[in-house]
């Protein structure tokens, strides 16, 4: 199983998701592959945002290491689920589908009872926005992970 995250610029939220999901696959000795991605390219080649970097780094996860690169088409042929952050995202995504296929490896990060919410981006507040949304982010990650098995 391949998933990848979604979301605007791809270095706080969808960042700090493939982090949180490879820390979870990697405790439960799953056989799931994750990256993430922005739907802009805003951001393409650099680290996550420090912010981000620091809180995932607060919880024992270094994303570090991560590249912001940009959503393409062909990540609908590498990836069985693609989950987006927003509303936003999620329509850029599905515009970019080029079948039914396509579309239905798309769904919302944060589902419940099939409706979509979005994951507050931090990007605009200051250091304290990440937090919340890093914890958001890890209960939501165990929910994928639950969802899948």
């Known amino acids: 199983m391949k998933l990848l995250v979604v979301c605007l610029g791809n270095i706080c939220r969808s960042p700090m998701a493939e982090g949180i999901l490879r820390k979870i696959i990697t405790e439960q000795n799953l056989n799931i592959e994750v990256d993430s991605a922005g739907t802009s390219d805003y951001h393409v080649g650099e680290h996550p945002d420090n912010r981000a970097i620091a809180t995932a780094k607060k919880?024992?996860?270094?994303?570090?290491?991560?590249?912001?690169?940009?959503?393409?088409?062909?990540?609908f042929d590498r990836f069985d689920r693609i989950y987006a952050m927003d509303r936003e995202n999620y329509k850029n995504i599905i515009s970019l589908a080029r079948n039914t296929e396509d579309r239905e490896k798309v769904f919302y990060f944060y589902?419940?009872?099939?409706?979509?919410?979005?994951?507050?981006?931090?990007?605009?507040?200051?250091?304290?926005?990440?937090?919340?949304?890093?914890?958001?982010?890890?209960?939501?990650?165990?929910?994928?992970?639950?969802?899948?098995?």
């Open 111 to 149: 589902n419940v009872n099939n409706e979509g919410f979005d994951v507050p981006d931090p990007w605009f507040g200051g250091h304290e926005g990440f937090t919340p949304v890093f914890k958001l982010l890890e209960n939501l990650s165990e929910q994928v992970i639950q969802d899948l098995k």
């Open 59 to 75: 919880f024992g996860i270094d994303i570090s290491s991560l590249r912001g690169r940009q959503f393409t088409t062909g990540d």
